[in-house]
């Protein structure tokens, strides 16, 4: 009798063993369908936003490296730190820029600046309110390093000016953290123009075509002895836009140890403070605070960073490897990286959906070895005679492992069958669930702020819109399926129908 027919007999008269393997193997079959059905779904659609979303790229000098740095005095004996390589400026940008493929730029710097406006209040608010009832709580070490009541009232009115080429290509309103409201944005050739958060406009009783003035001042820069002083001339900046900020900042707060709540936020942290305006009115202000520190002066603006965009995902390596071959560009001072900020948003359910399919296949395969070998053991006993005759009669034992094998194996391969046709009917309703268990909460955060190297504020989008993804039944995925399932299936059947044909016959048939 051929091993085959064997099996095929085994099988149908053993009914309630078999429909009992088949149940389970059924079973583990519909899971590993459905993980690979979702995970599939998920890389696909991982693939699309890379696509669509990884539009552009970052150049960025090295400042942060220390080998590219040297100490230098200013003219107030003031110790800094001067970066040696060269800088992003307009000249580099305008050769990226003539690059095929390469559409556009953002480029902007920072400067701290004194305004003549009212704040969202955050430490230096609380620690003026705190002065100015107790001044004598003010202790000689802080007067010493400029830190008076007058300084303190400076710094809550000290606030982070973005001078920019483009404002609406900042990343904040790429992500949808910011959404222009009212007006327009900062555009290239624009002069003492400004675009500030509707809160902040708000709380000024400030509109459109309103001007507000910001300015250089002594404190903010070094202990001084009046730090309300101006450095240069003051700056008055035409409001031409609005913005709305789409998430909610909640203060850091410190409780003292008499209980008291103390502010841990900078006003300069918070978003709703951020003041945007064109290049050539913060470049202006630059000029005349380098002079007065006692700064190398610079031929333009110059930019540690700036974000470059091309007209198709599929061009940015192309547009990235043209970059990276300019000359100018040596790798020792520059670092060129895509700008996935939007994707790594976008794409943190999909991810999550992927690894928690895969995790599920693999618990289906592990589960099927583990599974199917206890059982398998504990049939052994009513197998060893049967097993012990075979032998005797001269079947190898290799036939006989073969013979089990083609038991299981012609189990599982209908029991694949059939899940095949089920899982397609249930795909939907288990990607229903895994995208609720992947889509951000209610509760959880869309964006939050942070700080880069230099303190600045820095915001992430951490969450994104819910999953909504199509499923379907695929060559592959049936393949990967009954790779796992059979493979893992006679990986089992192997390992305990070896150990049962290890025996002699005369022991195998005596065992029992």
């Not at 992927?354 to 070895?369: F, K, N, S």
Request: include cysteine; glycine fraction near 6%; proline fraction near 4%.
């Amino acid at each position: 009798m051929s091993t085959v027919r064997r099996a095929w007999l085994y099988i149908t008269r053993k009914r309630g063993r078999s429909l009992l393997l088949f149940a389970i193997m059924f079973v583990i079959a519909v899971f590993a369908l459905l993980g690979l059905m979702i995970k599939s779904s998920a890389d696909n659609a991982k693939d699309a936003l890379r696509k669509s979303l990884c539009s552009s790229f970052i150049l960025k000098i090295n400042a942060a490296d220390v080998a590219l740095q040297k100490m230098e005095y200013g003219a107030q004996g003031q110790a800094y730190s001067v970066y040696t390589g060269p800088p992003i400026d307009a000249g580099l940008i305008d050769k990226i820029l003539k690059i095929n493929h390469v559409t556009d730029y953002y480029a902007s710097y920072r400067m701290a600046l004194w305004a003549d406006l009212e704040f969202r209040p955050g430490v230096y608010a609380d620690m003026y309110q705190r002065y100015a009832a107790n001044p004598g709580d003010i202790s000689p070490a802080q007067r010493k390093m400029g830190m008076t009541l007058d300084w303190y009232r400076v710094m809550t009115r000290n606030a982070n000016i973005y001078g920019c080429n483009d404002s609406a290509l900042y990343d904040s309103f790429r992500i949808g953290a910011f959404t222009l409201s009212r007006g327009r944005q900062i555009g290239e050739g624009d002069r003492y123009k400004a675009v500030i958060s509707t809160a902040l406009a708000q709380r000024n009783r400030l509109s459109v075509g309103d001007t507000i003035t910001v300015e250089a001042r002594d404190g903010i820069y070094i202990p001084a002895d009046d730090p309300n002083k101006a450095i240069g001339e003051p700056a008055a900046l035409e409001i031409v836009g609005l913005f709305d900020i789409n998430f909610e900042q909640e203060p850091s707060v410190l409780t003292a140890q008499s209980g008291e709540k103390i502010a841990n936020t900078l006003e300069i942290d918070f978003a709703e403070n951020m003041i945007f305006c064109d290049l050539y009115a913060l470049n202006q202000i630059d000029s005349a605070v380098k002079s007065f520190m006692g700064y190398p002066a610079a031929d333009g603006a110059q930019f540690e960073a700036a974000t470059f965009f091309v007209d198709d995902p599929e061009n940015l390596d192309a547009a990235m490897s043209a970059v990276k071959s300019l000359r100018e560009l040596d790798p020792k001072y520059f670092t060129i990286k895509p700008d996935d900020s939007a994707y790594r948003a976008a794409a943190k359910p999909l991810t999550n959906m992927g690894i928690a399919a895969a995790v599920l296949v693999a618990a289906v395969v592990a589960g099927c070895i583990v599974l199917l070998g206890l059982i398998l053991n504990m049939w052994t006993k009513d197998r060893k005679r049967e097993l012990g005759a075979l032998i005797s009669l001269g079947v190898r034992r290799r036939q006989i492992v073969l013979q089990m094998a083609l038991e299981n194996v012609m189990l599982a391969a209908l029991a694949l069958a059939l899940a095949a046709l089920l899982s397609g009917a249930l795909a939907n309703g288990a990607g229903d669930i895994a995208e609720k268990l992947a889509s951000p909460r209610g509760t959880e955060e869309t964006y939050i702020v942070k700080q880069d190297y230099q303190l600045n504020p820095v915001i992430d989008k951490v969450s994104a819109d819910r999953v909504d993804l199509q499923y379907g039944l695929s060559a592959g995925n049936v393949l990967l399926a009954a790779l796992a399932v059979l493979g893992g299936t006679a990986l089992s059947v192997t390992v305990t129908s070896l150990n049962m044909t290890k025996p002699k016959p005369k022991a195998v048939i005596s065992a029992h």
